[in-house]
């Protein structure tokens, strides 16, 4: 499976969402994405890609498009 994939298919399982919908999801404008779905998100992505976020980085992580950009710059992890 691809990082993208592994990716997407943390967020689709999490919120419950179509390939469509990843890009516009985030932290308070998604009603299902609340302080234990965060919390259950920043596991699954540690899990997924073998790392350890920082306190800073768990907050930082607020929308799809932000941990991955996140992944991409101070991870090395390419998409």
């Known amino acids: 499976m691809s990082n993208i994939e ?3 298919d943390i967020f689709k399982k999490l919120f419950n969402v179509s390939d469509d919908e990843l890009g516009s999801l985030a932290y308070k404008e ?3 994405w609340n302080s234990m779905a965060q919390i259950a ?3 699954e992505i540690e ?3 073998d ?3 920082d306190t800073d980085d768990i907050f930082l ?3 799809y498009i932000i941990g991955k950009d996140m992944l991409t ?5 390419e998409f």
């Open 6 to 8: 592994k990716y997407n």
């Open 30 to 32: 998604t009603a299902e």
């Open 61 to 63: 992580l607020n929308s």
């Open 41 to 43: 998100l920043v596991a």
């Open 51 to 53: 790392l350890d976020f």
């Open 47 to 49: 899990e997924q890609f």
């Open 73 to 77: 710059k101070k991870f090395d992890i």
